[in-house]
């Protein structure tokens, strides 16, 4: 069975800075495509940024410059570096791993709060 574990979040100050993980289990890593996405209240979930299993990456507008995602094959893990945090990046963050063919996998979700 394939587990998405998110760890990092929290709590910060505007401009503050956090990193998230997203460790893979039950399944080979480097199989997956990996993303974050964010939902805040109210709002549909919306993609953030993702890496393919060659490193290829793709961000949402309004994150370029500010996020980084990476992956680690000898951790099984994807990371997301956020930087210059805004209030408007409040919200809970997901971890998606996606396989050609379809199948995707998400994980539980972290909250990430920016106060200003």
């Known amino acids: 069975q394939v587990r998405l574990v998110e760890s990092g979040g929290g709590l910060v100050q505007s401009g503050e800075s956090l990193r998230l993980s997203c460790e893979v289990s039950g399944s080979p890593f480097s199989v997956y495509a990996m993303g974050w996405y964010r939902q805040a209240p109210g709002k549909q979930r919306e993609f953030i940024a993702s890496i393919t ?40 963050y997901y971890c998606n791993a996606n396989r050609a063919g379809g199948t995707s996998y998400w994980g539980q979700g972290i909250q990430v709060t920016v106060s200003s």
């Open 53 to 92: 299993n060659h490193g290829s990456t793709d961000y949402r507008d309004s994150v370029k410059g500010r996020f980084t995602i990476s992956r680690d094959g000898g951790k099984n893990t994807v990371f997301l570096q956020m930087n210059s945090l805004k209030p408007e990046d409040t919200a809970v």
